[in-house]
């Protein structure tokens, strides 16, 4: 099979992870006999630097003719005084929309051979810890009304939390399905008792539920859930969530796999096309040196492999070939301890590839 993907390496130690991730890719497919264009555009920072502007419309245009897109990671404290309009993120929630990705998926995997860099005590993550976080990605005050005004205790500033009935089922859908393929259990995460939206959510969600009766359903308000996640991580299988509780609650599980660098992500839509990112950020400190963590955008690669090409196969293979060389003690200095391996990006891409 041929394959049509847009490369936004972008700023930091993105261009250098995504190096890793390409590599993987290219021995993917020289082992299963597919092939895969690579079409590079910019966008974030550089493009600023190159265009004076975070989301040039010619990296619109080739993402949107393309099967999917990859994203390294976007900012930089060289851009951190720009007007928010301006800023390198804007790449990401343009794109986003642009785009029409909906969901975002995040899973929060912890690996047995990283328990020690958990924060959390053993006894709690004993049984592992596999949480798939299903974040609304469009709308919420992210995207409503903002802006500011005049008022008799001086100057104020709103953003407006605003939701419809299809933005909630699209994503409560998308949960559900997602929670089919897994564990069946399904938490939806919002602030029912105190905002109106949130309410409109739950309901929006109780109806979809009744479409898949073989899903638990269960609801938890944002702030016990977030205790919840701490308390007892291993009884969550698939959170669904609005946009900005989502930000929140998956930065959150994430450091329960003991560094932000193993966590990829997926944007997707209503068809095949979708966006695949790792969640951490540029790291400008560290670009450049070969110290970065390219595990979590190569596992991104992987879940673009699943969820827009729809090769399991492959994609569970590079899962495979990570847990391989985790088991074997090789690691990054982000989650580096005593006794095991030190490498760097180059090296830890090799041993991947080396293992698929």
């Given at each position: 099979?041929n394959?049509?993907?847009a490369?936004?390496?972008?700023?930091?130690?993105?261009?250098?992870?995504?190096?890793?991730?390409?590599?993987?890719?290219?021995?993917?497919?020289?082992?299963?006999?597919?092939?895969?264009?690579?079409?590079?555009?910019?966008?974030?920072?550089?493009?600023?630097?190159?265009?004076g502007?975070?989301?040039?419309?010619?990296?619109?245009?080739?993402?949107?003719?393309?099967?999917?897109?990859?994203?390294?990671?976007?900012?930089?404290?060289?851009?951190?005084?720009?007007?928010g309009?301006?800023r390198?993120?804007?790449?990401?929630?343009?794109?986003?929309?642009?785009?029409?990705?909906?969901?975002?998926?995040?899973?929060?995997?912890?690996?047995?051979?990283?328990?020690?860099?958990?924060?959390?005590?053993?006894?709690?993550?004993a049984?592992?810890?596999?949480?798939?976080?299903?974040?609304?990605?469009?709308?919420?005050?992210?995207?409503?009304?903002?802006?500011?005004?005049?008022?008799d205790?001086?100057?104020?500033?709103?953003?407006?939390?605003?939701?419809?009935?299809?933005?909630?089922?699209?994503?409560?859908?998308?949960?559900?399905?997602?929670a089919?393929?897994?564990?069946?259990?399904?938490?939806?995460?919002?602030?029912?008792?105190?905002?109106?939206?949130?309410?409109?959510?739950?309901?929006?969600?109780?109806?979809?539920?009744?479409?898949?009766?073989?899903?638990?359903?269960?609801?938890?308000?944002?702030?016990?859930?977030?205790?919840?996640?701490i308390?007892?991580?291993?009884?969550f299988?698939?959170?669904?969530?609005?946009?900005?509780?989502?930000?929140?609650?998956?930065?959150?599980?994430?450091?329960?796999?003991?560094?932000?660098?193993?966590?990829?992500?997926?944007?997707?839509?209503?068809?095949?096309?979708?966006?695949?990112?790792?969640?951490?950020?540029s790291a400008?400190?560290?670009?450049?040196?070969?110290?970065?963590?390219p595990?979590?955008?190569?596992?991104?690669?992987?879940?673009?492999?699943?969820?827009?090409?729809?090769?399991?196969?492959?994609?569970?293979?590079?899962?495979?070939?990570?847990?391989?060389?985790?088991?074997?003690?090789?690691?990054?200095?982000?989650?580096?301890?005593?006794?095991?391996?030190?490498?760097?990006?180059?090296?830890?891409?090799?041993?991947i590839?080396?293992?698929?």
């Amino acid at each position: 099979m041929n394959f049509k993907i847009a490369v936004v390496a972008g700023d930091g130690i993105g261009p250098e992870v995504m190096e890793e991730n390409i590599k993987v890719l290219n021995a993917v497919g020289e082992k299963y006999g597919h092939s895969f264009e690579y079409n590079y555009v910019l966008g974030g920072g550089c493009a600023i630097d190159k265009y004076g502007e975070p989301l040039p419309q010619e990296t619109i245009d080739v993402c949107k003719a393309s099967d999917s897109v990859l994203l390294g990671a976007v900012g930089g404290w060289q851009w951190d005084t720009l007007p928010g309009d301006k800023r390198p993120e804007r790449a990401l929630l343009g794109l986003r929309g642009a785009l029409g990705l909906y969901a975002n998926l995040r899973p929060a995997t912890l690996h047995q051979a990283l328990a020690g860099a958990c924060p959390l005590k053993p006894e709690l993550v004993a049984d592992g810890v596999d949480i798939m976080v299903v974040r609304e990605l469009t709308g919420g005050m992210y995207f409503g009304e903002k802006g500011r005004k005049q008022t008799d205790m001086g100057e104020a500033a709103y953003d407006v939390e605003i939701y419809s009935e299809k933005e909630v089922e699209r994503i409560a859908r998308r949960g559900f399905e997602i929670a089919m393929q897994r564990g069946k259990h399904l938490t939806n995460v919002d602030k029912q008792n105190v905002l109106e939206s949130s309410r409109l959510w739950r309901s929006v969600v109780n109806k979809v539920a009744e479409d898949y009766p073989e899903v638990t359903l269960d609801h938890l308000y944002v702030d016990n859930a977030s205790m919840q996640l701490i308390m007892r991580p291993t009884t969550f299988d698939v959170i669904v969530t609005s946009n900005i509780f989502g930000d929140i609650l998956s930065d959150e599980a994430s450091q329960m796999t003991g560094s932000i660098g193993m966590l990829p992500s997926a944007s997707l839509g209503d068809g095949s096309l979708g966006m695949y990112e790792p969640v951490h950020g540029s790291a400008p400190d560290i670009a450049g040196k070969d110290i970065a963590n390219p595990i979590a955008t190569i596992l991104s690669g992987a879940m673009m492999l699943k969820y827009s090409f729809g090769l399991d196969k492959e994609a569970k293979d590079i899962e495979d070939a990570v847990t391989k060389v985790l088991n074997e003690g090789y690691r990054t200095a982000d989650i580096y301890s005593e006794g095991m391996k030190k490498v760097g990006t180059k090296e830890m891409g090799r041993l991947i590839i080396e293992r698929l």
